[in-house]
């Protein structure tokens, strides 16, 4: 496994990446070029200035040290609940109040309208709270029945 960078911490906690030729990018931030539906393939480390320095086909090919700085970072920064099942709605007329299991727990949280609710492909929908926090539903078909008849009355 050999990538064409090394990553380190700096004593204030960010990244920092050095290239095989010795330039050095301070407080790099990984970013998933496909959040959804390949997590981890197609990373791009962008420097303070939002420009690539480095890309990543992979994090499973890095070296574990490495790989476990980029989704450490990642997971810092991105916060996407898998929602596993819907347990009530306050109402099939917008806005209302979901009460969802997820991947983080159960939580609440309300839904301004079903415009906040995105296809991303046939099966998989990414919702938006009124407070812009996005949950995802990977797979429709993975859901109870219950569930999948309240998502149903809102597509």
Not at 21 to 50: C, K, T, W, Y
Not at 115 to 134: K, Q, W
Request: one cysteine or more.
């Amino acid at each position: 496994m050999t990538t064409t960078f090394e990553l380190t911490r700096n004593p204030f906690g960010r990244l920092v990446l050095t290239t095989t030729a010795g330039v050095v990018h301070e407080g790099v931030s990984p970013v998933r070029a496909f959040p959804v539906q390949a997590p981890d393939d197609g990373i791009s480390m962008l420097n303070s200035d939002g420009k690539e320095v480095a890309w990543i086909d992979r994090i499973g090919d890095l070296p574990a040290a490495i790989g476990a700085l980029v989704s450490e970072e990642l997971g810092g920064r991105e916060f996407m609940p898998e929602i596993s099942r819907i347990n009530s709605v306050t109402s099939f007329a917008t806005p209302c109040t979901w009460n969802v299991a997820t991947d983080r727990g159960d939580t609440e949280f309300v839904l301004r309208g079903e415009e906040d609710i995105r296809r991303l492909t046939v099966d998989t929908l990414l919702i938006s709270d009124i407070h812009g926090i996005h949950y995802l539903i990977r797979d429709i078909r993975d859901l109870d029945k219950h569930s999948k008849k309240i998502i149903d009355r809102f597509l």
